[in-house]
């Protein structure tokens, strides 16, 4: 009996029994009162006799392991409604056998509600699910994970807190001091989730490919990478938990009963003229002044303080598009032909790989008048290469994009992102 | 809150034209053509009748949009113009020929320009290529040419599209699906409800993508009938169908759909009965805005 429990680890009990649940899980069976035998046959004879029993299909019997040979042990899944039969058979002709598992259903039970704990608290950023959409909590985990797995390239700064009071993280990828940075951030509308997302694959990305990949490595040997996930935690939660189509922040409006502010309207470039909202109760709702919202304070302050971001990326969801500045106004900016020519090559080098259609211009001419914009504030500051993009779809289904679409979308967007890395390492300024 | 937008956007269409006015006496680089002199003097006159107008309104001013700058003659085919206007061909398309199995969507325009015409609007002649949804990437893509005209009125009315697309009678595949689909749900123990549909996380059952389908079809009448050249529309969700009696041999169903404008970012609520059989196709019995907010009233219609 216990050179048999040794034979069966606990590993190739799971390997086995995670078959079983396969088959479970697509044949809607249940296994309970079935046990697992496993027999050893003493001669030739007692094999031909273990034969015949595996062709008496009444019995359903599974044979993990055929009956070949007497040196080999068999293992056999018997039905419950057989066992009997079984082991009367087997008594009969003196056939010795050990009861390796007593109920198989108990054991897959087991295995299921390991697996569903798993689910819940990835162990580490190997475990992380990429291909579904994640809560607040579980973001928060994943960027507590990659920190303490890649100590030597990855921090994490928190540069403010929300209007509720929550943490507003961001992500530094560096590999040495004083550094000029590229700015990476996700989730600014909140119901944009494919972006949260898709920053969550690119964090993972990054330490991947970091020592592996020549252009990235070297990008990094130059720039720091500071990554946003989730720049509107509050309106994030509330998407989750009220209102999956929540766009702006959660901060109240004096003299409104009306909630929020567009942070993509409250930036000071063109702020308070055509293309936002005076109005809080609409979605483009600019907000009573500049800056007012911490979500975006926090990025001006960290912008300013930081003095040498080169490039600045902020990316939204439905449209397919890449834009440059300007929102607010149709004066094109100073460096028009570069970054059409650059929006060119990323939108190319994203096209390349599932053949999403992009289309590119400035913001004003491709999506729409827009004032108080992001990248209309970066640019101005003098970051040339201040991008948004627009991921998947174009309309199908918008904000509810399927989740088997994350991965594929973050890896496309990918590679638009490291062909405006790229640039900005080779065109400092 | 929605009624006050709401009405905006039903407004900005005529409101363009006072903005155009405003604009072209800021503008350094524009010519003036004698039908821009025309168009500015009817403007400034509609403008001052729009005062008197205006006054007692009580949301704030409309932002100046820029559309209303909008070139005549030759257009950016990848820039929103164009886009929109194709937009609105494509709601037309899929209103006369969408289906629980088919609902076309824009893949790419490739020829566009403008012009304003006598009455006061703008037409838009587009050459443009759609894919049909239901066959997957897969599917091959119809190429279209389509006059869309924007009126200028003083309240809001539906553009006028003219529409042809080549081989659209050679794909007749679907009838088998439609008939299976129809003498499914015909009978009357049929009582089809549900909602959400796509959830948040993007999920659709194979069941469910027929009703989706449906609902964006018989959205398309109301979005192409509220569509301006300031507006672009989408479905983004079917709140919910609940299948009633059939009528007439007709599905009825009564669906809830939520409405995304991008440029002005808002999602609208609209409740809808339409009815739908392989012959007659998908029409659209009664339709019916819904605030999304506590404090919103109904839209001055």
């Known amino acids: 009996m216990t050179l048999a429990r040794k034979f069966y680890s606990s590993k190739m009990k799971g390997l086995l029994v995670l078959t079983v649940l396969f088959v479970a899980v697509f044949g809607k069976k249940t296994f309970e009162g079935d046990q697992l035998l496993q027999i050893t046959a003493k001669d030739e004879a007692q094999i031909s006799l273990l034969k015949e029993l595996s062709e008496q299909e009444h019995l359903g019997l599974d044979f993990w392991r055929e009956p070949v040979h007497e040196s080999l042990p068999v293992d056999v899944r018997v039905p419950f409604h057989s066992l009997q039969a079984v082991r009367a058979f087997l008594g009969y002709n003196q056939i010795q056998y050990n009861v390796m598992i007593m109920d198989v259903q108990d054991l897959l039970d087991d295995e299921e ?21 994640h809560d607040l909590n579980s973001i928060n985990s994943f960027i507590d994970m990659l920190v303490a797995e890649n100590s030597n390239l990855v921090s994490k700064i928190v540069i403010g807190q929300s209007y509720e009071n929550r943490p507003l993280n961001v992500l530094k990828f560096s590999t040495g001091a004083n550094r000029p940075g590229i700015w990476i951030d996700t989730g600014i509308h909140s119901r944009e989730w494919v972006t949260q997302a898709s920053g969550i694959w690119f964090a993972k990305k990054i330490v991947t490919d970091y020592g592996r990949d020549p252009v990235l490595t070297d990008i990094l040997s130059n720039y720091d990478i500071f990554l946003e996930i989730a720049t509107n935690p509050d309106g994030f939660a509330y998407t989750h938990s009220n209102d999956r189509m929540w766009r702006k922040t959660r901060k109240p409006n004096s003299g409104s009963s009306c909630v929020g502010v567009d942070p993509n309207r409250n930036w000071d470039a063109g702020f308070g003229g055509a293309g936002s909202s005076s109005n809080p109760c609409t979605e483009t709702y600019r907000g009573p002044s500049a800056h007012s919202e911490p979500e975006v304070k926090a990025i001006v302050d960290f912008v300013k303080s930081h003095g040498k971001l080169k490039a600045f990326v902020s990316i939204h969801s439905y449209s397919q598009m890449l834009l440059y500045p300007y929102g607010y106004t149709s004066t094109p900016a100073k460096d028009q032909a570069e970054l059409h020519e650059l929006a060119r090559k990323a939108v190319t080098a994203l096209q390349s790989l599932y053949n999403t259609r992009y289309t590119y211009g400035s913001i004003i001419t491709t999506i729409y008048q827009a004032s108080g914009g992001t990248i209309d504030w970066t640019y101005n500051q003098g970051i040339k290469y201040s991008y948004t993009f627009e991921l998947r779809d174009t309309g199908r289904y918008g904000f509810l994009l399927p989740a088997n679409q994350i991965v594929p979308t973050a890896e496309e967007t990918w590679l638009a992102l490291m062909a405006i890395m790229e640039h900005t390492r080779n065109n400092p300024y | 809150m929605l009624c006050a937008h709401w009405s905006r956007l039903r407004r900005v269409s005529s409101r363009s034209c006072c903005a155009t006015a405003l604009r072209s006496t800021h503008s350094s680089t524009r010519l003036s053509s004698s039908p821009e002199r025309i168009m500015k003097t009817f403007c400034s006159v509609w403008l001052l009748l729009s005062v008197v107008e205006l006054s007692p309104a009580q949301e704030p001013p409309l932002p100046e949009t820029a559309e209303d700058m909008a070139s005549t003659g030759d257009l950016e085919p990848t820039h929103y113009p164009a886009r929109r206007a194709a937009q609105v061909a494509l709601h037309y398309l899929n209103t006369r020929h969408g289906s629980p199995f088919r609902v076309f969507g824009l893949q790419q325009v490739h020829k566009a320009s403008a012009e304003d015409v006598e009455a006061g609007g703008r037409k838009y002649k587009l050459d443009f290529s759609v894919t049909d949804w239901a066959s997957g990437s897969a599917g091959p893509a119809l190429r279209c040419s389509a006059d869309v005209l924007f009126p200028r009125t003083e309240r809001h009315s539906a553009p006028d599209v003219k529409l042809r697309c080549e081989a659209l009678q050679q794909i007749n595949r679907t009838v088998q699906e439609e008939e299976a689909f129809y003498q499914k749900h015909i009978p009357p123990d049929s009582a089809v409800s549900a909602r959400d549909i796509p959830d948040s996380y993007g999920n659709m059952s194979e069941e469910m993508q027929p009703f989706w389908r449906l609902a964006r079809v018989a959205a398309s009448f109301i979005m192409l009938r509220e569509s301006s050249e300031n507006t672009e529309f989408n479905m983004v969700q079917m709140a919910s169908v609940t299948q009633q009696e059939s009528s007439e041999e007709q599905l009825m169903l009564e669906f809830v759909v939520l409405l995304h404008d991008l440029p002005s970012q808002e999602i609208v609520q609209w409740k809808l009965l339409a009815s739908w059989s392989p012959d007659r196709g998908v029409r659209v019995l009664q339709t019916e805005w819904q605030p999304r907010c506590p404090h919103a009233t109904k839209p001055p219609n």
């Open chain 1, 113 to 133: 509600r390991e697996m569903v704990k798993y689910r819940s608290f990835p162990r580490s950023t190997d475990d992380f699910v990429y291909t579904t959409y």
